[in-house]
């Protein structure tokens, strides 16, 4: 029986209408740009956002659609999607943010499975709606973004409501936005956020160890907006009052030229966006944009990457999550010992995970038995789990949980973790190559492969060998013009890497098979060279 009465303080439900109201009272004339894929650029703020997300929550009542319902977005980062995170939510739906680069039954999958009633889309992803249409049978309405040729255009469809609307009163652990990440076997699976799980990763989000925002803060995200919920960035970014500049289209050039025309102070994005940034501003003989800090997620990102951004003064914030955990988990930042570092130093944290933020929970246990808890000695790897309010519970539609009685879900990543509490991820642990039993970690060879100036891309896989089980293969792509050769490559790993992990054979191949999330695909690897043979 309860013995103790409640405190004495006001309740008020997390959710998602409380953020975009509190950003247009109070940063309400900070810029949201968004530079269109017809090179157009538009300018609202956030209370433009509040007020376009009062009117879609009036006109998603006027089509039917019931709180808890999916409403489906296609789309590039802009205003209009933004106004729909806000509008969907306020009104209790479900925002489904589809992944436009999915495979076409990827794509059938996740919008039937998630019972999509409204499509709003770019004009960009018109050929795929007409592809997929008779196939996506629960959807009722479909709107476009941009001006609308085929179809209803947003702006009418909202600009038809007045606007007069009270937020729906839910509880706050509601869904509000469902994710569907792609695994490498069997259908995509859904992550279905809540009201206040969201709010906590914002409010975490924000803090000088993860985002470091501030209402001086300028963030053009390139991360997009259907990848693992824009790592939370438009809910911490509307808490902070961040001036928020969109790109529709990816291109270097394009964001090169937002960054310094808008004075961005932060962006965020997967290594390969870096990467295309450096080989644009190398052919145009420029420098990188003054950035203050760069968020490196996704997959890892590469020591040259993090050097060359570093010397450019900007604060590299290597971050590690998941669709499952809404994403963040972990952020590198400065740590205390951080003045008392050389570069060098520096350079190596900087290409570990960073540390938990509070609220998540982070252990790893032995790989064979994945139980027995490991030491946390910066040594010894095992199976990473986490636990926390924004990690998943039961994937969508799910009969089972997906993370244990205790909490911790299984990430599928292996890694060590450091006594400071830094993790330092070493691969996935279906990709992780044992050979006469003892581990050898694919990432980290491939991590100092891609160090070679001759080299685009790499990736490892363990090939069956009589003798050690499993030995090393290294798939590279030359950079254009160059003609490095394996033994150049071997030479190159030897000191950065133990002796018996060096790869037994280098093999040239033309491309590399990614993901719809832009990662590389080792089973799609491992497919193609199903019939390879290691000698003894
Ligand atoms: P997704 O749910 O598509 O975002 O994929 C999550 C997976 O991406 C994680 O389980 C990791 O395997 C990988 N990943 C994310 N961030 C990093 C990082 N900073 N370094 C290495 N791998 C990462």
Redesign the pocket.
């Known amino acids: 029986m309860r013995t103790q009465t409640l405190g004495e303080m006001q309740s008020q439900a997390l959710r998602i209408n409380g953020v975009i109201d509190h950003a247009a009272r109070e940063s309400g004339n900070r810029e949201i740009v968004s530079r269109w894929a017809d090179g157009s650029i538009t300018r609202t703020n956030w209370a433009g956002i509040r007020e376009d997300a009062l009117k879609m929550a009036q006109a998603l009542e006027a089509l039917g659609l019931k709180p808890g319902e999916r409403v489906a977005s296609m789309a590039m980062n802009h205003s209009r999607h933004l106004v729909s995170w806000y509008g969907v939510a306020g009104m209790g739906g479900v925002l489904h943010t589809v992944n436009p680069r999915l495979f076409d039954d990827q794509l059938e999958y996740i919008v039937s499975h998630a019972e999509d009633k409204v499509m709003i889309y770019d004009a960009a992803f018109q050929p795929i709606i007409d592809k997929m249409k008779d196939r996506w049978t629960s959807v009722e309405h479909y709107i476009c973004y941009d001006s609308g040729e085929h179809t209803q255009s947003f702006e009418d469809w909202i600009g038809a409501q007045d606007g007069d609307y009270e937020w729906f009163i839910g509880d706050e652990r509601d869904p509000c936005m469902i994710c569907y990440?792609s695994g490498t076997t069997g259908n995509p699976k859904g992550v279905q956020y809540e009201h206040r799980s969201t709010m906590l990763h914002a409010i975490a989000g924000m803090q000088p160890a993860a985002f470091n925002f501030s209402s001086s803060s300028v963030m053009l995200p390139v991360v997009p907006m259907f990848h693992?919920a824009s790592w939370g960035l438009p809910y911490a970014g509307a808490m902070a009052g961040v001036k928020f500049v969109f790109s529709a289209v990816n291109d270097p050039a394009v964001l090169h030229q937002l960054m310094l025309d808008e004075g961005v102070t932060d962006s965020a994005g997967v290594p390969t966006v870096w990467l295309a940034h450096f080989q644009y501003c190398d052919k145009e003989g420029i420098d990188l944009p003054p950035l203050k800090a760069a968020t490196i997620?996704?997959?890892?990102?590469p020591r040259f990457m993090v050097e060359r951004l570093m010397k450019n003064g900007t604060r590299v914030q290597?971050?590690?999550?998941?669709?499952?955990t809404s994403?963040i988990g972990t952020v590198g930042g400065p740590t205390s010992d951080w003045d008392n570092l050389t570069f060098e130093e520096k350079v190596t944290k900087t290409c570990m995970?960073g540390r938990p933020i509070y609220g998540v929970q982070l252990r790893t246990v032995d790989l064979d038995d994945m139980a027995t808890e490991l030491p946390r000695d910066g040594k010894t790897s095992g199976a990473l789990q986490i636990r926390g309010p924004w990690i998943i519970k039961r994937y969508f539609k799910a009969e089972q949980d997906a993370a244990n009685e205790e909490g911790w879900f299984d990430?599928?990543?292996v890694g060590i973790i450091h006594p400071d509490g830094t993790l330092q991820?070493t691969d996935?642990t279906k990709d992780v190559i044992k050979s006469g039993g003892e581990w050898i970690s694919s990432v980290e060879l491939e991590n100092a492969a891609v160090g070679h100036p001759g080299v685009a891309e790499a990736a490892c896989v363990g090939m069956f060998h009589p003798k050690w089980d499993e030995r090393p293969v290294l798939f590279v792509v030359r950079k254009e013009g160059s003609d490095v050769t394996s033994g150049e490559i071997i030479e190159h790993l030897k000191p950065l890497i133990a002796k018996w992990w060096l790869p037994d054979a280098v093999e040239f191949v033309d491309d590399i098979p990614h993901t719809a999330?832009g990662?590389i695909s080792k089973k799609d690897l491992r497919d193609r060279f199903a019939d390879y043979k290691l000698e003894a």
Request: aromatic content about 4%; hydrophobic content about 30%.
């Open positions: 990440t693992a997620g996704g997959s890892a990102a290597h971050a590690w999550g998941m669709t499952e994403p995970q990430t599928g990543d991820l996935r999330t990662k």
